[in-house]
């Protein structure tokens, strides 16, 4: 319970770096019908900021392993500081950190779920990411 606290507290004090862009689903033309995962982040990184990217990317290799391999779903970590990275995130209006999942014209963000669970919760976390890509490959 402690650890759970000191992190929230550590999210609270320093929202440049860990605080993730709240967000709702919104829509944004992309070129194919693959599974692309992005996760959006600044240079400077906190353990919560991490943890997110790791569980995200195991998760996707855990529960979708053909998939993944078959480039049907794909994930990408995105330095919004380096210059591809602006560009990525010019191209799907981003500004700040997001965990986001996008096929086609869906874009679904999965930012808050992933800082509120990644490190406390990690298999809630799992089930999330599950539910929304199934959702997805539908």
């Given at each position: 319970m402690k650890t759970i606290k000191f992190l929230l507290i550590l999210l609270?004090?320093?929202?440049?770096?860990?605080?993730?862009?709240?967000?709702?689903?919104?829509?944004?033309?992309?070129?194919?019908?693959?599974?692309?995962?992005?996760?959006?982040?600044?240079s400077a990184r906190c353990v919560t900021c991490k943890t997110v990217e790791a569980e995200t990317k195991k998760d996707l290799e855990t529960?979708?392993?053909?998939?993944?391999?078959?480039?049907?779903?794909?994930?990408?970590a995105v330095n919004?500081?380096?210059?591809?990275?602006?560009e990525i995130a010019e191209r799907l209006?981003?500004?700040?950190?997001?965990?986001?999942?996008?096929?086609?014209?869906?874009?679904?963000n999965i930012t808050n779920e992933g800082f509120l669970y990644a490190v406390s919760n990690p298999e809630k976390f799992k089930s999330i990411i599950r539910t929304k890509v199934d959702g997805l490959l539908k």
């Open positions: 609270l004090l320093n929202p440049f770096f860990c605080m993730a862009q709240s967000g709702s689903k919104t829509t944004q033309t992309v070129s194919n019908d693959k599974i692309e995962v992005y996760y959006f982040h600044f529960l979708y392993p053909e998939k993944v391999k078959s480039g049907a779903i794909s994930f990408r919004l500081e380096d210059a591809s990275g602006k209006k981003i500004s700040g950190q997001n965990l986001l999942l996008v096929k086609g014209s869906q874009k679904i």
